[in-house]
């Protein structure tokens, strides 16, 4: 199957976005002013998860360029699960929840013309 255009463009800026989530982590513990002075500090088990949460979305927005349920499946779950942490926590923005909520309802717009595997299939095969 011929993959979607609003596929390809979602998963090419989540792509970027995975990429630079480490080099953001890093710089947005300095400030813009002076390396020396941190101006956001993020504790240490945030970083951590932050890096995990890019890398399962990396993952899933690869599944997702394939077409596959899984992938969208994955990404929805961690999305939420990231968004719960980062609100719970006040790391998350109201702005990055409307932007990733629209880029996942687009995405699940194709979820039927996907093929499995999928969380919810009897053969998880991945």
Known sequence: MKRPLPISIICILGFIGTIFTPVGLFLSSFSPVSLAVPAVTFPTWYIV??????????????KIWQMKKIGIEIYTFTAIIEYIVGFATGFASVLALVISTIAIGIIWIYYKRMTPPSLFSKNKVI
Do not use: N, R
């Open 49 to 62: 998860l932050s890096l995990l949460f890019a890398v399962i979305y990396f993952f899933g927005l690869i």
